[in-house]
């Protein structure tokens, strides 16, 4: 499995931005984000794949969010713009070694610690 370590998280009036960071040990297949709110289930936010064909957003994010990877760092990044209240959360970072990860949390296998997103109305 690979390990993941997120860092970036914090608070942020709404309508700013933050960038999410997470360093991985080393490659997998498909990079995702995820985030959870107290009382909700984890749900998905964006998804990349190591090779960069395949770029999938929610819904909820789309046109605001950025997925990336650097590949000589190993890092995905997520670049959050115009963030609104409903975007606080705590974020997680996930990686699949299957080529068809998709929107399910059960589809990844590794999972970083979480960082969380505070947005302020």
């Known amino acids: 499995q690979v390990q993941l370590v997120e860092s970036g998280g914090g608070l942020v009036q709404a309508g700013g931005s933050l960038r999410l960071s997470c360093a991985a040990s080393?490659?997998?297949?498909?990079m995702a984000w995820f985030r959870q709110a107290p009382g909700k289930e984890r749900e998905f936010v964006a998804l990349?794949?190591?090779?960069?064909?395949?770029?999938y957003y929610a819904d909820s994010v789309k046109g605001r969010f950025t997925i990336s990877i650097d590949n000589a760092e190993n890092t995905v990044f997520l670049q959050m713009n115009s963030l609104k209240s409903e975007d606080t959360a705590a974020y997680y970072c996930?990686?699949?070694?299957?080529?068809?990860?998709?929107?399910?949390?059960?589809?990844?296998?590794?999972w970083g610690q979480g960082t969380q997103v505070t947005v302020s109305s």
């Open positions: 080393g490659r997998a297949n498909v």
């Open positions: 996930a990686a699949a070694e299957v080529t068809r990860a998709g929107i399910r949390t059960r589809d990844y296998d590794s």
């Open positions: 990349m794949s190591w090779s960069g064909k395949d770029i």
